[in-house]
């Protein structure tokens, strides 16, 4: 049994050497948010492409204003868009608006705040001048052809608006990888049904494929497999055809918990069978016909917590990225905790933000079948498993939940 955090570091180490670098497609920017970038992008032209004014006001000679209060002849306008063929001369002052093409002759510009307008033509400046002040100089952000974002980065909105800067109406990103859910069981029926009085619905095919989808992959539902041999065959090669394939359900001890052994009987190889932690302790991970495989416990709650610590990192390692840190922060615990020592423990938790940080405070749960209780939270207090016992007040490390944020 690993502590998680071990587990974790043995997903990321097996899956990034065995691994195969993703497929790349070509895709329209609009439809890139949240996918991995599969090439290198440089700026086209020089960022800014010509000396930018900042502010709105007055396109000056520095130099001219060395005594204040100062005037100067208004000899142009210059609109954003526009620019000004001229010079400026001694005495002289372009109106100038935000994000228009500084004139040559002017190194500064002074905001329109700080002058006076004496007549049309004629503008009195009454602060002292710095030489380049609010001016940003052609190329200060980047120059033609410099290296702007490497392949594997991540596409946020700030990436996506510097694509667009640079001109990338497409870009090449990386293939989105199939992840296939199967859940296993002889109690679940599909959620459109009506459950017989000792069958449950499956939430965890609906849980499971949203997780895969907010990590950036595909999610495939293969469906529902009992608990026998022949039907996870069946299922389990189905899966396989997926990049990666993750069950729920029928990992534990249990006589019809058959997931491991069905898996070895088709070649998998496992890397641990259980890790420290509660819930989700019996947990596994191995690989299979080529694609990493993940058996994650049913109860709910345990399925999700294992797919956060367990399955993410695989997941961007696979869409060609490295791994994100897990939304760990340091809050202040509003309670006493006393949990049982040797497992690490993952309590749904409210987390509130004050003025002296993050609160963090356990949900009423009654245990890792409990949805209605889980749904209270927005967030999970990590208790070590080598501390098990707080104090309230205490700073302890909590895990935010990425659906909710
Ligand atoms: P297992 O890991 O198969 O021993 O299942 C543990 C518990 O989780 C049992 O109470 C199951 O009924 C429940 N469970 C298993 N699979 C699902 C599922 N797909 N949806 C909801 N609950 C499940
Ligand atoms: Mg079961």
């Avoid at 895709?27 to 090439?39: A, F, S, Y």
């Avoid at 005594?67 to 002052?93: K, L």
């Avoid at 938790?349 to 009423?364: D, K």
Wanted: hydrophobic letters at 45%; proline letters at 8%; a neutral charge.
């Amino acid at each position: 049994m690993l502590p998680w955090q071990q587990a974790r570091e043995k997903v990321i180490e097996v899956v990034r050497a065995r691994m195969r670098r993703p497929g790349r497609e070509r895709v329209r920017l609009e439809r890139v948010l949240g996918r991995i970038l599969g090439e290198s992008v440089a700026a086209d032209r020089d960022l800014p492409a010509f000396p930018r004014s900042i502010r709105d006001g007055f396109a000056v000679r520095a130099a001219d204003a060395a005594d204040i209060p100062a005037e100067f002849d208004i000899v142009a306008e210059i609109r954003a868009g526009d620019s000004f063929e001229g010079t400026i001369g001694p005495g002289q002052a372009a109106r100038i608006m935000t994000g228009a093409p500084v004139p040559d002759g002017a190194d500064a510009v002074v905001m329109v705040e700080h002058t006076r307008e004496l007549s049309a033509r004629r503008v009195a400046v009454d602060r002292p001048v710095r030489a380049g002040q609010y001016i940003v100089p052609q190329g200060n952000e980047a120059r033609a052809g410099q290296k702007l974002l490497d392949p594997g980065r991540r596409i946020g909105f700030g990436e996506l608006a510097l694509l667009a800067e640079v001109g990338c109406a497409q870009v090449h990103v990386f293939r989105q990888r199939r992840v296939a859910v199967l859940s296993t069981g002889d109690e679940i029926v599909p959620v459109g049904q009506q459950p017989g009085p000792y069958q449950i619905r499956d939430t965890n095919s609906l849980s499971l494929c949203a997780q895969v989808a907010l990590a950036g992959a595909r999610p495939r539902l293969v469906g529902r497999a009992a608990d026998q041999e022949q039907a996870l065959d069946e299922r389990i090669r189905e899966g396989l055809a997926a990049h990666m394939l993750v069950l729920s359900g029928g990992v534990s001890k249990g006589k019809y918990d058959l997931v491991e052994q069905v898996l070895r009987s088709l070649g998998a190889e496992f890397y641990f069978d259980a890790v420290a932690i509660r819930p989700g302790r019996p947990a596994v991970f191995g690989w299979c016909a080529g694609r990493p495989v993940f058996g994650l416990p049913g109860n709910p709650v345990s399925t999700m917590v294992t797919f956060e610590l367990l399955v993410t990192p695989a997941i961007d390692l696979l869409s060609g990225t490295e791994p994100r840190p897990l939304p760990l922060v340091p809050a202040r615990l509003a309670v006493a905790l006393d949990e049982k020592e040797g497992l690490a423990h993952f309590l749904p938790a409210r987390l509130e933000w004050t003025a002296a940080g993050i609160e963090a405070r356990p949900v009423p749960w009654r245990g890792s079948g409990d949805l209605a209780g889980m749904s209270q939270s927005n967030g999970f207090i990590v208790v070590p498993a080598d501390r098990p016992r707080w104090q309230p007040g205490d700073m302890i490390e909590v895990l935010l939940r990425r659906d909710l944020l």
